[in-house]
């Protein structure tokens, strides 16, 4: 009895670490984007770090925390929250995430690309786009309308 009740504990613990230790990309953008609310700079560092490349990023990260560092209220207004715009899955590994930021002032872009070289979902780059408005209005260019309808 006693080596049934260890075999099935050392199974409980086996699940729960393989479980566990791999986030998949929703889970990672879910977690990105409730630090967010609280502490924009601790959600890009904290996304960062889950890849031990951008350890040579340094630079880049302090920027990118910077620059969220910089939506504050009296520059931008209150943050609502964030919306979807698009998911491109290029193959099981490799996935792009494009969010909508609503603030007062204006909408922000976060164009999140996670990577899964082997068994652990990373974040392969995340690029911030305040212009997206401009995007928008081009896509209601005539050449890029289908007139045949």
């Given at each position: 009895m006693k080596l049934t009740k260890k075999i099935f504990i050392i199974i409980i613990v086996l699940i729960s670490k393989t479980s566990y230790s791999q986030d998949l990309p929703d889970e990672?953008?879910?977690?990105?984007?409730t630090q967010y609310s609280k502490n924009p700079a601790k959600a890009v560092e904290k996304i960062y770090q889950t890849s031990i490349w951008t350890s040579r990023l340094k630079d880049g990260i302090e920027d990118m925390k910077n620059e969220?560092?910089?939506y504050?209220?009296?520059y931008m207004g209150e943050y609502y929250?964030?919306?979807?715009i698009t998911k491109k899955q290029l193959?099981?590994?490799?996935v792009l995430y494009s969010y909508l930021l609503k603030y007062d002032r204006q909408p922000i872009r976060f164009i999140f690309k996670l990577y899964r070289p082997n068994d652990k979902w990373v974040l392969f780059s995340l690029k911030?786009?305040?212009v997206i408005d401009?995007?928008?209005e081009q896509s209601a260019k005539l050449?890029?309308?289908?007139?045949?309808k």
């Open positions: 990672m953008i879910k977690s990105f984007f969220v560092g910089k504050t209220i009296d929250g964030s919306e979807l193959s099981n590994t490799f911030i786009d305040g401009e995007e928008i050449f890029n309308l289908d007139l045949e």
